[in-house]
């Protein structure tokens, strides 16, 4: 099953990025249609050599791209560039703005040379006092404050993925999509600049809020006030962990009832959600031992039956085997250079029913410099020359 929706057909894109921020923005890009020309030095982009945690990097947020090779320390490769921005919709980058003006590809002078290019640079941090700073993922989660809300007080923790690269990749994606439509109409492009620090800043906002309304901090999640009677991890009769929630005074009774605790359900001390949440202390104690009688899966076959907000705790392997991931259209498989594949995670949402199953393989090093290239003009020697003589 797989969707023909390709709105951004015929748009192409130059993406000269590495790592995660940059890269994810031309997926995202690409999954929609765009036509996206990864530009790659000689030795190729070091994010392919990464190993450990770093291994997925390049083949995840690569997926479906042509890969050009060019030298930009040399005066045919930067010629060679010109000409392909010439051709170009958007150009997505994630480097220094010095090292870019060192290969050719200073943003003003693009800006002033190409109007109708819109250019996507993914920064650290927007223009302010902090924009030259270097930025990591996790930099920008210990400086905004979402590494103290996550882990135990003293103890600030990481989100355990590449939250703000990926969620920052789309908000190039976004903000790409939204300046192609504004060209439309007066045919002009835009230099777009994303900030890391500034996507991690919308991702605490709810408790910077919390706090300009209170005036008071939130305390990290583990240790967090509760908002709802069951909102925790429990154990079952069979030793499996599994999160169980009661947010509503419906989901309050459903639970209660199922699990035999008719004595909740009376209490005149518990008729209110404040009351069952000031008196968690004691009423959760008893859920988790009603829990630990049942095993796991006749809980939640029991718990989606009744609509209870369930989830077992699984690690990211397990969704190999999770059957709603499973179905038709819930991953995409890429293949690698060397022949190997992988499966992974389509778009999250659905077009008339169809998720976009795009993805396509991972390119070698290169592999499309002589199409591309020969496309704008240049001979054999003159791509040789621009991609550092290997082609």
Not at 2 to 23: C, K, N, Q, Y
Not at 86 to 115: I, Q
Not at 254 to 279: E, R, S, V, Y
């Amino acid at each position: 099953m797989t969707s023909d929706f390709a709105p951004l057909a015929g748009v192409r894109v130059v993406e000269m990025s590495h790592m995660i921020m940059g890269p994810s923005c031309g997926m995202f890009l690409g999954f929609l249609g765009a036509e996206v020309i990864k530009v790659e030095p000689p030795a190729g982009d070091k994010t392919r050599a990464l190993s450990g945690m770093g291994r997925p990097f390049f083949p995840l947020f690569n997926r479906g791209k042509k890969s050009v090779r060019l030298d930009l320390k040399s005066e045919a490769g930067r010629v060679a560039l010109d000409r392909l921005l010439a051709t170009a919709d958007v150009f997505v980058e994630n480097f220094r703005d010095a090292s870019l003006a060192g290969m050719g590809a200073d943003l003003a002078d693009l800006h002033r040379r190409f109007p109708r290019l819109i250019l996507a640079s993914h920064k650290g941090f927007l223009s302010g006092p902090y924009e030259n700073r270097t930025a990591l993922d996790e930099v920008v989660q210990m400086m905004t404050g979402l590494a103290y809300m996550t882990g135990p007080s003293g103890r600030p923790l990481r989100v355990g993925s590449s939250v703000n690269d990926i969620m920052g990749g789309l908000f190039g994606a976004l903000s790409v999509v939204a300046a192609l439509r504004e060209r439309d109409h007066t045919g002009q492009g835009h230099a777009i600049r994303i900030g890391l620090f500034e996507n991690c800043l919308l991702l605490v906002a709810q408790h910077m809020v919390q706090f300009d309304l209170e005036g008071h901090d939130a305390a990290p999640m583990p240790e967090r006030d509760f908002s709802w009677p069951v909102y925790d991890i429990f154990t079952t009769a069979d030793h499996q962990p599994i999160f169980v929630g009661a947010v509503t005074e419906g989901q309050w009774g459903a639970l209660c009832g199922f699990l035999g605790l008719d004595d909740l359900l009376d209490d005149p001390g518990l008729q209110t959600k404040m009351d069952q949440i000031n008196a968690r202390d004691r009423t959760v104690p008893m859920v988790a031992q009603a829990i630990s009688r049942w095993r796991k899966a006749a809980l939640v076959a029991e718990f989606e039956r009744m609509g209870i907000p369930f989830a077992p705790i699984s690690k990211p392997s397990d969704m190999y085997s999770d059957p709603h991931v499973m179905r038709p259209g819930g991953l995409t498989t890429s293949h690698l250079p060397t022949g190997e594949t992988f499966r992974a995670p389509s778009l999250p949402f659905e077009v008339d029913g169809q998720m976009i199953t795009g993805g396509g393989d991972v390119p070698s090093i290169g592999q499309d410099t002589v199409e591309v290239l020969s496309a704008l003009g240049l001979n054999a020697a003159m791509i040789a020359a621009a991609s550092g003589g290997a082609t």
